[in-house]
């Protein structure tokens, strides 16, 4: 093994996930521990059940609801670091969108 590869940059197992490489051998329990009890969870349409989450645990252009019941569908935009609040684009209409706290939790999991 090359004496770079030894260094601890390149044994830390962030370096190699911002990679796209993943790591043998750690769980996602294990990675979940190293990023620290702050950050919350991803949600996972193939694993979650439906029901509400925060907004910032949301893939990129999610669609989500405000309520269960709502009818108005909306669709996770950027974030905004100014304001610290991400984008909820209204699918029925391009030119209205609305501000959400990334806490503000969302209802996601319906057939659209």
Known sequence: MADYLKSPVFSSPAYWI????????????AMQERKGSG????YDESRDA?????????????YFKRKADAKKVYRKGD??????????????DISRSIALKGDTRVYVGFDY
Not at 18 to 25: D, K, Q, T
Not at 50 to 62: C, F, K, Q
């Open 50 to 62: 439906p029901g509400l989450y925060p907004i910032s645990s949301l893939r990129p252009g999610a």
């Open 79 to 92: 974030y905004d670091r100014s304001e610290r609040t991400y984008a909820g684009l209204d699918t029925d």
């Open 39 to 42: 950050s919350a969870a991803r």
């Open 18 to 29: 911002a990679l796209g490489v993943g790591v043998v051998g750690i769980g996602a329990a």
